[in-house]
């Protein structure tokens, strides 16, 4: 994965970026000591790192517009950051870059019950959302498996979603307005507490643009009561085909599960081995989620049993209290850490048409074969947003290449069948090149327009989401080259 | 007229056209507008393209009848989540509205407050924009963040983006039953407080209505509740106990109301015959009976309330002008936005029809217009 080389131009002048950065931000905001930098050289996609020349922690929108000012002036890229959870590379530094960090900004601005909203700033991380609201009955629904880490910055400029959108949506569905930082340092108000937008929805295009259009250092965000309750049921099949049929099977019953988690064997005796959730060894497993009233659950979960006992599990159990749901969702959510426990692994998230799965797992079990490295599975499978962890052994001169090439054509895959790169995770670098597989040169040109639109001088997070080639003459103008 | 039979035949139209084109899917918007430019229609490009019930998935082209892709999804036991509903009743044009319209404006009924706006169930979009190119974003997967959102950007953006030739959105099942809890008699600011507590609650609320002319001459607040037989019967009754204290709510299964509802209460019945205007305004929830007071309180006008109080539907037949810019106003300084749906001419053709925006956002938009439309040909005054 290449990155662009750092402008010497730029790292020549840093002693006077350093000086100009200490004038708008308390003194500890500012680090540019490179032993400190290097806290900020990656993000959880640890295969590449780079220390950026410096590093911001502002507290309030004020330094964000008078840092990205400064930046601007001096030509210099800026790197966004969160919590730096991202598994696409969307918050590597180049050495050349300022990385602007909101993990200081974390205050509730607002709550506001009665008309079902939040607004916090944007370095708050994703779970503490809920954690300020659910002593009242509340909680904000997109739940990524990160959600103890990763910020709600984060969350919007990758669109993040979690295992509970297959009801609730994803970000850019509960996401009702931002306070964001242009390139040039000036503070917009886009959306509010209102529905929708009475224009060009520009909301919906900055949600999910990866960084490259501005800091957002505050969000509006939907809130929702909590359901009565919430039970799991775990289902296990004999062939992934047949696990595939049932999902297909209970979504066109109207059932409308919470979620409908999908495992495969390889992931199944990961996680077992790690979690020890006393799951039984099989080909596939199903977690399905349900919602309501205690009746409704039993009403929800009486259905969902009699279509998957016409495709013959090999186990249903349905969780008889909190407990023992507990226990069904532990090796799901301990699913990466187990991963992580046996080996070095690379974590897609390719998004397939749920008609789709039986034959897209099958061609990776034969790709994973040819490229001598195991994939497991485990995704969600109510939207078709598939997980394929590719094992490999970072150690091993050449594994991390070969993890690579299988994973690009897994991808190639999930867009053969009608699908796309990535469901939840976003671009980043990770799947930058590959993004000529899903779009012709003209449908990355429109793109590229917008973020001419509101960085015109591509200094936001430039060397992301577009191949390096097609984004190079971009990059390459006045301001950003003139350092 | 131009009316393209294909997607290759639109873009070219587009590609040769001399001057503004005034993209029009059914037509049945009529805004009022004085039509600028050749007239380009999109009602040649029809058919469901793929309809996956198992996935709740369906593309269809742009100039499709709405009427005929509920007709497809009736069949299979689905529906459009997000409800829309003509507005023939209101601009009193007749027509078929098609898909490509619905999302081009963003259209969402009830459910809205449920499962999201037409923006939020469309996956992806194929379009022609001002140059002429066909251009494509999104896909027909539920999750999809690969590159820009600009299907989002292109839903509501009425044509002034480019020219949409094929959607693809998410459906869903229909519910089993459907059930109601009818409150009447309350106050604007009593009832958009009750419709809050019922959006609070944990009883999934799929529509939250107030229409102060009521049905019958009395304000009547209906929240509705839909699923499995047995789960309504359940949450109907606790969502009337939750409400006790805004009097007692009758309990109703009967799916009137709300097929009304559609082009819902008093309002459709009300509002005919030329010389209307009508506004759609979002605010707030909370916002909107203090601002429906002041309004209402100097202009004659029928109103109700969607989403819970964050829609506004406004009606007037008379001192449209000096209402429109009181609207304006007023929602310029709380925060929202009130849009001209339709309105005689001389109203139509004096102001914007979208709420103006801050200077700094309207020079975004226009910057992103002139992106994609750098001619500025399409539907030019449409947005703004
Ligand atoms: C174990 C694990 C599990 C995960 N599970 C999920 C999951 O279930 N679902 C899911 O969707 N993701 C998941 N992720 C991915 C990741 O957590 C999300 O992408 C998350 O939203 C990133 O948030 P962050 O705050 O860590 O962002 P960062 O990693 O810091 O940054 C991510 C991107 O956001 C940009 N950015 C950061 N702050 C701002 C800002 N203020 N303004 C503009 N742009 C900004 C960055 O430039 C970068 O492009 C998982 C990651 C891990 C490590
Ligand atoms: C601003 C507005 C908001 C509305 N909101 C709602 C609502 O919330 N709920 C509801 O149920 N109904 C709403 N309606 C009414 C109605 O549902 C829509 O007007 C209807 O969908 C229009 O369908 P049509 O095919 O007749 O479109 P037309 O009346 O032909 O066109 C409507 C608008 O969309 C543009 N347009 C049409 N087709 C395309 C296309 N293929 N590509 C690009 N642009 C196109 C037109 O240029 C025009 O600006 C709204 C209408 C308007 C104008």
């Known amino acids: ?483 | 007229m131009l009316t393209p039979k294909d997607e290759r035949d639109l873009a070219q139209a587009v590609a040769d056209a001399k001057g503004p084109l005034w993209v029009q899917g059914g037509g049945t918007r009529a805004s009022g507008r004085t039509p600028q430019g050749e007239v380009l229609s999109v009602a040649g490009l029809t058919g469901i393209t793929l309809y996956e019930p198992g996935a709740l998935t369906m593309v269809a082209q742009a100039g499709t009848p709405l009427a005929e892709i509920e007709a497809a999804l009736e069949a299979e036991g689905q529906m459009l989540p997000f409800e829309p509903y003509s507005l023939g009743g209101v601009t009193g044009v007749s027509g078929d509205t098609t898909i490509g319209g619905v999302f081009a404006t963003n259209a969402s009924g009830a459910r809205r407050v449920q499962v999201g706006a037409a923006r939020d169930l469309l996956l992806g979009v194929r379009f022609v924009d001002g140059r002429g190119e066909v251009l494509r974003n999104g896909g027909r997967v539920m999750k999809n963040v690969t590159g820009y959102d600009l299907v989002k950007l292109l839903a509501g953006s009425r044509g002034a983006l480019g020219v949409l030739t094929e959607v693809a959105f998410k459906v869903l099942p229909k519910p089993e039953a459907v059930g109601h809890v009818t409150l009447t008699g309350l106050t604007d600011a009593e009832a958009v407080q009750a419709m809050a507590a019922a959006m609070g609650s944990p009883f999934d609320v799929s529509g939250a209505v107030h229409a102060p002319a009521g049905i019958e001459e009395e304000p009547t607040t209906l929240l509705r509740v839909e699923g499995f037989a047995d789960s309504v019967t359940y949450r109907t009754e606790r969502l009337r106990d939750l409400l006790s204290r805004f009097g007692a709510g009758q309990i109703g299964t009967s799916v009137e109301p709300w097929q009304a509802g559609r082009a819902l209460s008093a309002f459709s019945q009300t509002v005919r015959g030329p010389g209307g205007a009508t506004w759609f305004v979002s605010v707030k929830p909370g916002d909107a009976p203090a601002l429906m007071a002041r309004i209402a309180g100097a202009h004659d006008c029928l109103y109700d309330y969607d989403w819970a109080g964050g829609r506004i539907r406004i009606h007037a037949m008379a001192d449209q002008r000096a209402l429109h810019d009181a609207l304006r106003a007023e929602v310029a300084a709380i925060g929202g936005h009130a849009t001209l749906i339709h309105a005689p001419s001389d109203l139509a053709d004096a102001v914007p029809l979208t709420q103006p925006e801050p200077a700094p956002l309207a020079a975004l938009s226009e910057r992103l217009r002139a992106q994609f439309d750098p001619r500025g040909i399409l539907n030019p005054g449409v947005m703004g």
């Open chain 1, 1 to 483: 994965m290449d990155m662009p080389q750092p402008n010497p131009a730029i790292v020549s002048r840093k002693a006077e970026l350093v000086e100009r950065l200490h004038r708008v931000l308390p003194d500890r905001a500012v680090i540019s000591d490179p032993m400190e930098t290097r806290a900020y050289e990656c993000d959880a996609l640890t295969a590449y790192a780079c220390p950026p020349l410096v590093a911001v922690l502002p507290a309030t929108t004020e330094e964000v517009a008078g840092v990205l000012r400064i930046c601007h002036d001096m030509g210099v890229p800026v790197v966004p950051r969160g919590s730096g959870t991202s598994l696409a590379g969307g918050a590597l530094p180049t050495a050349d870059c300022v990385v602007l960090g909101v993990s200081r900004m974390t205050e509730v601005l607002e709550t506001d019950y009665d008309n079902r909203f939040i607004r916090v700033q944007t370095g708050r991380t994703n779970l503490s959302v809920t954690g300020a609201i659910e002593g009242d009955g509340f909680f904000y629904a997109p739940d990524p498996s990160s959600q103890l880490a990763c910020a709600i910055a984060g969350n919007i400029a990758m669109n993040s979603g979690g295992a509970h959108c297959l009801k609730y949506g994803v970000t850019t569905n509960n996401l009702l307005g931002v306070r964001m930082v242009t390139m040039q340092g000036e503070v917009l108000d886009i959306g509010g507490a209102h529905l929708d937008a009475g224009g060009l929805d520009l909301l919906g295009v900055i949600c999910g643009s990866e960084g490259q259009l501005g800091v957002v250092t505050e969000a509006t965000l939907r809130i929702l009561p909590k359901p009565e309750g919430a039970r799991p049921v775990l289902i296990g099949f004999d062939s992934n085909e047949v696990a595939g049929a049932c999902v297909s099977d209970i979504i066109r019953a109207g059932v409308l599960p919470v979620a409908i988690e999908f495992m495969d064997r390889p992931c199944i005796e990961a996680c077992e081995a790690f979690a020890k959730a006393g799951y039984p060894m099989c080909e596939a497993l199903l977690i399905v989620e349900v919602e309501g009233s205690p009746q409704e659950i039993a009403h929800q979960l009486r259905l969902i049993g009699d279509i998957a006992r016409r495709h013959n599990p090999v186990e249903l159990r349905e969780a008889a209290d909190a407990d023992e749901a507990g226990r069904i969702w532990l090796g799901r959510k301990s699913a990466f850490g187990a991963m992580g426990q046996i080996n070095d692994y690379m974590c897609l998230d390719g998004t397939i048409p749920v008609s789709q799965l039986p034959l897209v797992l099958r061609r990776i079990g034969e790709l994973s074969g040819e490229y001598g490295l195991r994939v497991a599975n485990v995704f969600h499978a109510g939207d078709g947003n598939m997980h394929p962890l590719i094992l490999f052994d970072a150690n091993t001169p050449g594994q991390l290449e070969t993890c690579e090439a299988l994973g690009a054509e897994i991808l190639k895959l999930c867009v053969e069948v009608g699908g796309c790169l990535t469901g939840e995770h976003g671009v980043g670098i990770e799947k930058r090149d590959l993004m000529t597989v899903q779009y012709s040169p003209a449908d990355l040109e429109a793109q590229m327009r917008v973020k001419d639109v509101f960085d015109p001088d591509w200094l936001l997070n430039p060397a992301k989401v577009f191949p390096l080639g097609a984004s190079e003459a971009r990059r390459q103008t006045p301001r950003a080259s003139a350092a």
